[in-house]
């Protein structure tokens, strides 16, 4: 059973940063891409970004320049490094193990964590 813990969410404010963290359990036998979703209330669950095994990542449009996915060198720990954090960035952040299909869509995504909250006040 693939297991994901999120860290590191919390309260900034408007252009500060966070780093937030993703452990798995082991994923050396199945190495999948894993990614990084949010959703804020009352909206569905977004793509923010993924890195896969090899270390190709992707971002959407509205962390470009902003947010950096890396991974450790275990690759059992994934990070979202989060600087010039807007209000709009509040949401719950999620990890995922992407399963098949293109990585920007949540349903292509087999496991998750439980979410970590980020709150950005103005």
């Known amino acids: 059973q693939v297991q994901l813990v999120e860290s590191g969410g919390g309260l900034v404010q408007a252009g500060g940063s966070l780093r937030l963290s993703c452990a798995t359990s082991d994923l050396t036998y199945s190495r999948p891409a894993l990614g990084w979703f949010r959703q804020a209330p009352g909206k569905e669950r977004e793509f923010v970004a993924v890195?896969?095994?090899?270390?190709?990542?992707y971002y959407a449009d509205f962390v470009k320049g902003r947010f950096t996915i890396s991974r450790g060198n275990a690759k059992n720990t994934v990070y979202l490094q989060m600087n010039s954090l807007k209000p709009e960035d509040t949401a719950v952040y999620y990890c995922g193990t992407h399963s098949l299909g293109d990585y920007w869509t949540s349903r292509n995504y087999d496991y998750w964590g439980l979410g970590t909250q980020v709150t950005v006040s103005s």
């Open positions: 890195i896969t095994w090899s270390g190709d990542t």
